[in-house]
């Protein structure tokens, strides 16, 4: 199905659509310590509570992205 069919949703054909997320999972095989991590990559820019979700958000300074990193 198109992704501007009727059926699905309907857009104008003069819209412009952008693309605001992406989201990429994976195993990195492996296991981290997320209050370690938060240290070495600029605590700063992390955000992490372990006591209210075992996840740790990570702003780059440089870039516009947040990464998700979860203890699992």
């Known amino acids: 199905m198109h992704p501007t069919s ?9 819209s412009t659509i952008t693309v605001r ?6 195993d990195l ?11 070495r990559l ?3 820019s992390c ?7 075992p996840e740790l958000l990570y702003h780059p300074q440089d870039h516009d992205a947040l990464l998700a990193f979860f203890q699992s």
């Open 6 to 14: 009727r059926s699905w949703i309907d857009v104008p054909t003069d």
């Open 29 to 39: 095989n492996r296991e981290f310590d997320l209050a370690v991590l938060a240290v």
């Open 47 to 53: 955000e992490y509570d372990p006591e209210s979700f």
């Open 21 to 26: 997320n992406v989201v990429r999972t994976g």
């Open 42 to 44: 600029e605590y700063e």
